[in-house]
């Protein structure tokens, strides 16, 4: 099992900002969604790659993610993936020395001035047990102690953890609420099971309930015979509250299409990002239903829809008359709703105001660029369309039609993420960038800074974005990198050298390598 490391500190909510619980400082997360437990894989994608260790092995990733300066990582999965065997992952790798590592770790913009700073330890190495060999050592049980291990081996780097449920069409387990909130209790109840869950897990790792609702054509309202995105989640967080009460943070998406997407569901999305096909049209579509999904998805790949995915997201956006991404829209402005057609979350923030967990959620729009929406929002158009869909809840917050304060929530972008190669991406970043810090013109749409961000992705596999690692995974992409250093609050482990007090934390850390046993807690199952 991963040595114990450094866990991050708990953390807690304090109106609109993210603190860590035990100093009251907020806490800014900079994360990387790294997927692979979601499209076959059954772990985290990647460590197939082949070539240098550096590239291949698990546990000098995630030591590497933690130098480049993220301090979350959301592990995008499937009860599919869960519940298939364990793949072979054992790979054969050539091994790095720290001079590698170091010219690896560095912007070559900047290689000169830093290069000759001290790397700092690893808090969670893994021994070889073969030399010449990677990943030997990950849980061959089940794909469930594979992820547990991914989460423990974050943990113990520093980084904070997300399991975010990612069904996107390829499961049914939304359409059943019993079955949906069933199975992340007894998914919970197992990470609550880990030895070290009280003193290294426990409000540390967040549970992002459900991804993109529009992709299963889930309004925030139940509707035809299926539960809605207010039921899903609160269920869920019902469930996992009453078996880890105060242990446990929460985040929850938005729901943003038009009724006419909703009405013909979008059920059979394909995985947009790894590049699989599977599934072209929308569950429980039939008849002159499924005549006009086909007609709409056929305009959909003329208007820019690079596969039949992308087709059916710029048809949403189209319909929804508003341009908001799968995963966003918490609209409760009802003259929009009203003249968007959009579905209406006040229901939903009026009960998520009665339950005791109300100040442990944090909200999660997705936003992404034209590349990805195929809608060129841009300047005062993105941070308006920002301020409505979202950022109003951090601002002045979500104020109940009955009267009684207003309630602010921390805002986090679930996932953002580019190609980084057209001028729109990059001046819609910029745009964005200005928003997310409330910084020049943005300002006078939003006073608060947002909590942080999700990087779509780590992976170079990613359809639509690729990753910060591309080459057949060997490199590191520091031209996205780099724009996150500049605009996005990035601080690689060399920048932080520049503080004295980071560099003698991270000197004490490698110092103290604390192992411990996987052992049951009393009165506590795991998988066997």
């Known amino acids: 099992m991963p040595v114990r490391g450094t866990p991050p500190p708990p953390l807690s909510i304090n ?65 599919k993936d869960l519940e298939m065997p364990p793949k072979v992952l054992d790979k054969d790798c050539s091994p790095v ?68 449920y990612q069904p996107m069409g390829l499961e049914q387990h939304p359409y059943d609420l019993k079955l949906f909130v069933d199975k992340w209790t007894d998914l919970w ?19 992002d309930v459900m991804n993109e609702p529009d992709s299963m054509g889930v309004r925030w309202e139940a509707s035809g015979g299926r539960p809605g995105a207010q039921q899903l989640y609160l269920s869920t967080a019902d469930s996992i509250w009453q078996t880890t009460p105060n242990k446990v943070m929460f985040m929850f998406e938005g729901e943003g299409g038009g009724r006419e997407a ?10 947009r990002r790894h590049g699989s096909w599977a599934g072209l049209g929308s569950e429980g579509v039939t008849g002159e239903g499924a005549a006009e999904e086909q007609r709409l ?26 341009g908001l991404n799968w995963g966003n829209g918490f609209v409760t402005d009802q003259e929009v709703i009203r003249n968007r057609g959009l579905s209406d979350v006040t229901p939903f923030f009026n009960e998520l105001l009665t339950k005791s967990y109300v100040n442990k959620v944090v909200i999660t729009p997705h936003v992404y660029p034209p590349t990805i929406t195929h809608a060129t929002f841009l300047g005062t158009t993105l941070w308006d369309q920002c301020r409505t869909a979202f950022g109003y809840l951090q601002d002045k917050g979500f104020c109940p039609a009955s009267g009684g304060d207003c309630k602010v929530f921390p805002i986090l972008i679930g996932e953002t993420g580019s190609a980084f190669e057209t001028s729109d991406d990059k001046q819609w970043l910029q745009d964005f960038a200005d928003y997310m810090n409330a910084e020049g013109e943005a300002a006078k749409y939003t006073s608060v800074p947002v909590n942080g961000w999700n990087w779509w992705a780590y992976n170079e596999n990613s359809g639509d974005t690729g990753g910060i690692v591309y080459h057949y995974w060997q490199d590191i992409n520091w031209a996205k990198v780099n724009f996150m250093v500049a605009r996005f609050g990035l601080r690689p482990w060399y920048l932080r050298w520049e503080s004295a007090q980071a560099a003698a934390s991270d000197a004490r850390c490698s110092l103290h390598w604390t192992p411990w046993s996987l052992m049951l807690l009393p009165g506590c199952c795991i998988l066997q």
């Not at 009251?24 to 082949?50: C, E, I, K, S, T």
């Not at 998805?297 to 929804?320: H, I, K, N, Q, Y």
């Open 97 to 164: 020395n720290v001079n590698f590592l170091k010219r690896r770790l560095i912007s070559p913009n900047v290689m000169e001035k830093y290069i000759s700073k001290p790397l700092p330890g690893n808090v969670s190495p893994q021994k070889k047990m073969k030399a010449g060999y990677c990943n030997q050592y990950l849980p061959q049980k089940s794909n469930y102690h594979r992820l547990f291990f991914v989460v423990q081996s974050l943990i113990a780097q520093g980084i904070y953890v997300v399991l975010d």
């Open 15 to 79: 109106g609109h900002r993210i603190v860590n619980a035990e100093s009251g400082n907020p806490v800014a997360l900079r994360g990387l969604n790294w997927f692979g437990f979601n499209v076959g894989m059954g772990m985290v994608d990647g460590l197939w790659a082949g070539g240098t260790e550096a590239a291949t092995d698990f546990a000098l990733i995630t030591y590497q993610i933690r130098l480049l300066g993220y301090n979350a990582v959301r592990l995008p999965f499937t009860w």
């Open 297 to 322: 998805l056929g305009w959909g790949l003329r208007e820019g829809g690079t596969s039949p995915c992308m087709a059916l997201r710029v048809v949403d956006r189209a319909l929804s008359g508003f």
């Open 189 to 207: 109840r197992q990470v609550a099971c880990l030895p070290n869950f009280d003193a290294d897990l426990a409000n540390r790792v967040f549970v």
């Open 262 to 271: 909703r009405r013909l569901g979008f059920g059979g999305e394909l995985r």
